[in-house]
C-alpha cells in the first residue's frame, strides 16, 4: 500500500525519482498532472491565491487518512528569472501554504531539507526540498552538474568538449538573442554532455534518471548523499 507521495515537477524528475528512491517501500512519485493538474511545473504544483495546486489534492489525502508522508521537491530557481522565485521565495510560499494546515517546521539546522509536522499528529511528515541545495539559487540540474562522476575518463573528456562548446556559444555576443537564457544554463550545460554520450539499450532515453542507474553520477556524492539521507527520514 503506497503511504507516501513524493511531489516533483515534471516527468525527468519523476523517473530519476524512482531510480533514487527504489530502496524505500510505499512511495509513489506525483508530478502536477498525474495529481489531476492539466499541466506540470512549479506553478502547477504550489497553486496561486486563485486557484489551488497539487499539494493542495495531496494535503486533502493526508486529511482523509490515504497518505502519511509528503515530500515535495521544487526548483529554487532565481529572484531574477521567475515570479515569486529565489530560495527564500520558494521556501516561505511552501511553509505558507503547510501552516494553514497546521504544519509547522521542526527541522534540524545541521541537516539539509526540511521537516513539517503538526502538533496533534505526530505519524504525520511534511519533507520539503529546494533544489539544488536548500540554500541556494538553482535548479535540479545545478545539483546533477555537481554530482558527475568524474572518475569516468572518457565521460569527463566528453563533459570538457561539451561544456567548451556551451562557453563558445554563451560567449559569442550576435548569438545572445538566439541562444539559452542564462537561467537555463545549468540545465544546457547538463544536457548537452548527456546527449553527447552513447546511450545504453536498457535506458528509455538519456536522461537523468538513466546517468545515475549507469553510474554516471557518483551516488555517493555529498549532495545525492544529502538527499538521500532527507527522503529517508522523510519516508522511513
Not at 99 to 112: H, L, V
Not at 142 to 161: A, Q
Request: hydrophobic share 35%; proline share 5%.
Amino acid at each position: 500500500m503506497t503511504r507516501g507521495v513524493l511531489m516533483v515537477e515534471g516527468p525527468t524528475d519523476e523517473r530519476f525519482f524512482e531510480v533514487l528512491t527504489a530502496p524505500i517501500t510505499g512511495i509513489e512519485i506525483f508530478p502536477p498532472k498525474k495529481s489531476g493538474e492539466t499541466a506540470n511545473g512549479i506553478d502547477a504544483l504550489l497553486g496561486s491565491p486563485q486557484k489551488n495546486g497539487a499539494i493542495h489534492r495531496q494535503l486533502e489525502r493526508i486529511k482523509l487518512g490515504s497518505i502519511d508522508r509528503l515530500g515535495i521537491i521544487i526548483d529554487a530557481d532565481s529572484e531574477s528569472s521567475t515570479f515569486a522565485g529565489g530560495f527564500n521565495n520558494r521556501y516561505r510560499t511552501v511553509a505558507d501554504i503547510l501552516s494553514t494546515e497546521g504544519f509547522t517546521d521542526i527541522s534540524d539546522s545541521n541537516e539539509k531539507g526540511f521537516i513539517f509536522k503538526r502538533d496533534d499528529a505526530n505519524d504525520i511528515f511534511i519533507g520539503l526540498w529546494i533544489m539544488p541545495d536548500c540554500q541556494n539559487p538553482g535548479i535540479f540540474e545545478d545539483l546533477l552538474l555537481e554530482c558527475i562522476n568524474h572518475k569516468k575518463t572518457e565521460h569527463h573528456e566528453i563533459f570538457g568538449v561539451s561544456q567548451n562548446s556551451v562557453n563558445s556559444i554563451k560567449n559569442s555576443p550576435h548569438l545572445s538573442v538566439v541562444r539559452f537564457r542564462d537561467a537555463h544554463e545549468s540545465k544546457v550545460r547538463f544536457s548537452t554532455w548527456l546527449q553527447w554520450l552513447r546511450q545504453p539499450n536498457h535506458c528509455y532515453s538519456l536522461s537523468p534518471a538513466c546517468a545515475l542507474k549507469e553510474g554516471w553520477l557518483n551516488p555517493e556524492h555529498d549532495n545525492i548523499k544529502a538527499l538521500t539521507y532527507w527522503l529517508t527520514r522523510v519516508f522511513q
